[in-house]
């Protein structure tokens, strides 16, 4: 920073996102980026989260190809403007701006500067800089402090024995609270620290991993050394991890998690004393923090970190509280099994159709034997194999044959995976890693027995769910160390394949046969509905848990490779496909009816709808959800069921339109996607203009 990107006692030109182009303007004028890009990547980022921090001041940041050079730039507002801080508005701005490809520079910068900015002396000091030179040394002290002369060492002192200069800022506070203490240490007896002292270990971690994070490692250092505690911090954030080491964990006598989001690496703490709050509370009430942390350290029935990773009252906090039902908890499970299935799913089925598209449509007959059987120096003839009509031979030779095959080969087996991904994914979901092998395993024999994906729901919830009840125990502190990596993966496993293979297969492969029996053997009629029927469902809730209940069934067919799997695998994505599509046709033909932000939105979900990501439609939905999702679901129903109607098949389990050569007919599928489009664009704008028509009307007849 120098001082001609610094602003003192600026009129703010608006809102935030006004400030933000002053601030673009400010920087662009050193010549550091270009004025447009700059500002664009600021509001982008701003969209993503609010930066306005506790004490007043937002710190919005980006990097980006219209930054040639990086750049601190700080307004101080004469009137302070919301940049979505709960604390209160902010009046001191400081942008950091970063060239693409700088090696994550920004965020080095941004957790430097949280670190000063939670002091509220550094705070005050820019507040009350009189000129732009002045605040531009301040900022500039944090970033580049200038070492120090070191103090001589007076004899006997053990605290001077490094020699080497001392530290500044916020280093100095890490430091102080990290450093080896002795009885004889003059510092560390005016601290208070002694022997009984309890070494405390803290992780903070926020959302997004930037400031939040930073600022509560700091107010929990300074917190420490203030009280004579020695604390050593992990910062999970944006700007690299440094993991504390063997010996500072052995060493410890409790742990304090400040953070928002679940933290890696939590078995490492197995058995040890933990307090747990949100990350604002360190940043707020660091003090109080630390002296819970050391009441813990001292107290044999404090909570402590148990096997799964958890405490072993996080479920009745978490009930008390109302912060995550148990409801919730499992849906949010589910759809973390789903979401970590789809690649599989992707990759899979997209090599299977590449395998159709360059071996026929015969391949699936002989890939195995021709992918194992035969190499690039020898390419396979006609082969033969019992087909519908008797003894067959495939219709292709040579190298796309063996291409062919080996592609459907690799797809083939990545499809293998499904149920048990499903399964153990869904565990891992409830139960973090100790559920991972139960949740696998018992997956892979809900395949083996035929209970499908319906067989690999239940044993997700149920090793999941074990494992859990597992992690919750309190074993000896010699045995905890084995609980989430030997013995509750063991029992578990053994719970939930036992109880798969005896007791609930045979039942659960019942009625999986039987429903997609009946599904897949509708016709006529039926075949309308049941498109009707996954067109409504694919359009409900835009990627939600309806959403991704149609695509599984769609999904977990295609493996089976017929004819009526292939028609409900078109009908999920050709319905898929419509809001988005037709959220970006309103937007074109009606602009008017729409936010500036909302017409950039409907260009990006042309591409969005035509790539099969049904998400594209949300940011509609959820700025009007009673206009967009009634329009919605009646465009994809009359799009599955022109789907079905027409009897297009798709062999692939994603990609849109870019999949064409797996679905047929092709022309079949285009005109169920581009009346369904039709039908939910011109319902949703006309139930736009007609609300627009009376909010504009209500004025005049109040």
């Known amino acids: 920073m120098t001082a001609d990107l610094v602003r003192l006692d600026v009129q703010p030109a608006g809102d935030k996102t006004a400030v933000i182009g002053q601030l673009a303007d400010l920087i662009a004028a050193t010549g550091r980026s270009e004025r447009d890009g700059l500002e664009a990547g600021l509001l982008a980022r701003e969209e993503s989260f609010a930066t306005g921090m506790p004490g007043g001041f937002a710190i919005p940041h980006c990097r980006t190809e219209a930054v040639h050079e990086a750049a601190l730039g700080l307004l101080r507002l004469s009137e302070p403007v919301d940049f979505g801080s709960a604390d209160g508005p902010a009046d001191l701005v400081i942008g950091i701006s970063a060239p693409a490809g700088t090696d994550d520079q920004h965020l080095k910068l941004l957790a430097q500067l949280s670190r000063a900015l939670v002091r509220p002396e550094f705070l005050t000091s820019l507040r009350g800089a009189s000129t732009q030179q002045e605040v531009s040394d301040l900022v500039m002290g944090v970033l580049e402090p200038e070492p120090a002369e070191p103090e001589p060492a007076e004899p006997g002192s053990a605290g001077t024995a490094s020699g080497g200069p001392a530290e500044t800022g916020s280093e100095a506070a890490a430091v102080a609270t990290s450093r080896e203490g002795s009885d004889d240490d003059p510092a560390d007896a005016e601290a208070g620290t002694s022997e009984d002292t309890p070494v405390l270990l803290a992780i903070t971690s926020c959302p997004t991993g930037i400031a939040h994070t930073y600022m509560a490692a700091e107010s929990l250092e300074t917190a420490a050394a203030e009280k004579g505690v020695r604390l050593h911090v992990e910062t999970q954030g944006s700007g690299g991890i440094t993991p504390f080491t063997s ?44 002296d819970e942390a050391v009441s813990a350290a001292r107290d044999p029935r404090a909570r402590t970190v148990a096997a799964g990773g958890s405490s072993e009252d996080d479920a009745k906090e978490k009930s008390s509280t109302g912060a995550v039902s148990w409801p919730k908890r499992i849906q949010a499970a589910v759809m973390t099994g789903v979401s970590y299935m789809i690649p599989f799913v992707a990759a899979g089925g997209l090599l299977m159709a590449l395998g159709f598209l360059l071996g026929g449509f015969d391949v699936s007959f002989v890939a195995k034997d021709v992918a194992t059987g035969n190499s690039l120096t020898n390419l396979p003839g006609h082969v033969g194999y019992d087909g519908s009509s008797g003894h067959e031979v495939t219709a292709r030779t040579g190298l796309l044959l063996y291409l062919g095959a080996v592609a459907f080969t690799i797809g083939n087996a990545g499809m293998g995976f499904l149920v048990a991904a499903l399964s153990g994914y869904i565990a891992f979901g409830l139960a973090g890693r100790p559920g991972i092998a139960p949740g696998f395993i018992g997956g892979a024999i809900s395949v083996m027995v035929g209970a499908g994906f319906l067989g690999g729901l239940v044993t997700g919830l149920l090793a999941g769910l074990i494992a859990l009840a597992l992690a919750s125990l309190q074993p000896p502190r010699w045995l905890a160390g084995l609980m989430p990596v030997v013995i509750i993966p063991l029992v578990t496993s053994g719970i939930v394949a036992g109880a798969m293979l005896l007791v609930l297969g045979r039942p659960i492969a019942w009625v999986m046969t039987t429903l997609q029996d009946a599904l897949t053997g509708m016709s006529g009629t039926s075949a309308v509905l049941l498109g009707v029927i996954l067109g409504l469902m694919m359009c409900v809730d835009l990627g939600g848990p309806v959403n991704k209940a149609a695509y599984l069934f769609a999904t977990a067919g295609l493996s089976q490779g017929t004819e009526a799997s292939f028609h409900i695998m078109a009908a999920v994505m050709a319905a898929g496909m419509v809001p988005p599509l037709a959220m970006a046709l309103s937007t074109a033909v009606r602009r008017s009816l729409y936010t500036r932000a909302e017409r950039e939105n409907g260009t990006t979900a042309w591409l969005l709808g035509a790539s099969f990501i049904s998400e594209g439609a949300i940011p509609f939905a959820a700025a009007d959800p009673l206009r967009v999702i009634p329009s919605m679901m009646a465009g994809g129903a009359v799009t599955g069921a022109l789907s079905m109607a027409l009897g297009v098949g798709s062999q692939a389990p ?42 504009a009307a209500a004025p005049a007849t109040a």
């Open 654 to 695: 994603h990609g849109g339109i870019f999949v064409f050569f797996a679905i047929s007919p092709v022309w079949g599928y285009l005109i169920a996607i581009i009346v369904g489009t039709l039908i939910a664009a011109a319902l949703v704008t006309l139930l736009k203009a007609r609300h627009a028509r009376r909010t």
């Open 247 to 290: 010996e500072q964990i052995a060493e410890a006598d409790a742990i304090i998690v400040a953070a928002d989001v679940n933290i890696s690496g939590r078995e490492r703490f197995v058995g040890m004393p933990m307090i747990e709050h949100p990350v604002k509370r360190a940043i707020s009430d660091g003090p109080a923090m630390i």
